[in-house]
């Protein structure tokens, strides 16, 4: 059992639901991810997803999107992101997952991406843009290096997909509980308890929902629902409204922390 897995193990025997910030590596610069992560955990995170910038992020708002460039803007790589993960392994306890584009993973190669992963201390990959039945040989030079490939669901998903999804997914099913990019919402997606009861019917595996979630209502009405929840242009729009690392770690800090209170056992 990986570190992932382990993480909503615990969570779970203690009715807790998992709250997983992400952020953008290298947005606007290393330094300041580099002293918000261990901020992040400190505050209640549970997970943290870090997002690897890339140039078309054609999931992704006008939110994320410009984080994206900004960050290569001051030159983040995978590289350089995985040189960050290797210095902060020390001082983070929960999982770390890389989020990005295919692009940025397979031009390395899948077996030295995979064997970097688990060099430097990463738990876990979500891959936005590689459907799983291309993605057989990357799952499976993840898993052999103990790295949990980790896949996407929606509310267009059909049942015989989610199957598969569930089915290949590991550590956790990221939902996608709206179609759209991603973004800061004022309501919840409608209709979000029946999409997880259809994941519910086909699979006991850990669902973190994402998209849209901001708020500590949103939170709050996710934590009867999902095993985690995962807080994105929100945060990230944080971050970029600061002025300087002290101020971004605050306000940072301070919002995980509200974010975190409702979803923790009564």
């Known amino acids: 059992m990986g570190r992932v897995s382990e993480r909503f193990a615990a969570l779970r025997a203690r009715g807790e639901v ?4 992400f952020v953008t590596a290298g947005d606007p610069d290393l330094a300041t991810t580099e002293a918000l992560l261990p901020a992040l955990q400190a505050a209640g ?3 943290v997803e870090i997002g690897v910038p890339f140039s078309d992020p054609v999931g992704e708002g006008p939110t994320i999107q410009r984080a994206s460039e900004r960050a290569l803007a001051s030159k983040t790589t995978l590289r350089r992101v995985l040189g960050l993960v290797r210095t902060l392994r020390p001082r983070l306890e929960i999982p770390v997952v890389l989020m990005g584009y295919a692009n940025s993973f397979l031009t390395m190669g899948e077996e030295r991406f995979a064997s970097s992963c688990a060099e430097v201390g990463v738990d876990a990959v979500i891959c936005v843009d590689l459907p799983p039945e291309e993605g057989a040989e990357y799952r499976a030079a993840l898993e052999a290096q103990g790295v949990d490939p980790i896949l996407l669901a929606a509310p267009t998903t059909t049942p015989e997909r989610l199957a598969l999804l569930a089915r290949e997914t590991r550590g956790f099913l990221y939902y996608v509980s709206l179609t759209g990019v991603t973004g800061a919402r ?5 209709g979000i308890a029946e999409q997880l009861a259809r994941v519910r019917q086909v699979s006991e595996i850990p669902v973190c929902v994402g998209f849209g979630v901001s708020t500590p209502e949103h939170a709050r009405g996710l934590a009867g629902l999902a095993d985690g929840v995962v807080v994105g242009s929100a945060l990230v729009e944080r971050v970029a409204g ?3 690392i002290d101020e971004a770690v605050d306000t940072a800090s301070r919002y995980i922390a509200e974010l975190k209170a409702p979803l923790r056992p009564a």
């Open 242 to 244: 600061s002025r300087s």
């Open 186 to 190: 004022a309501q919840l997606a409608e």
């Open 45 to 47: 995170a549970d997970l």
């Open 18 to 21: 998992a709250l997983v910030p």
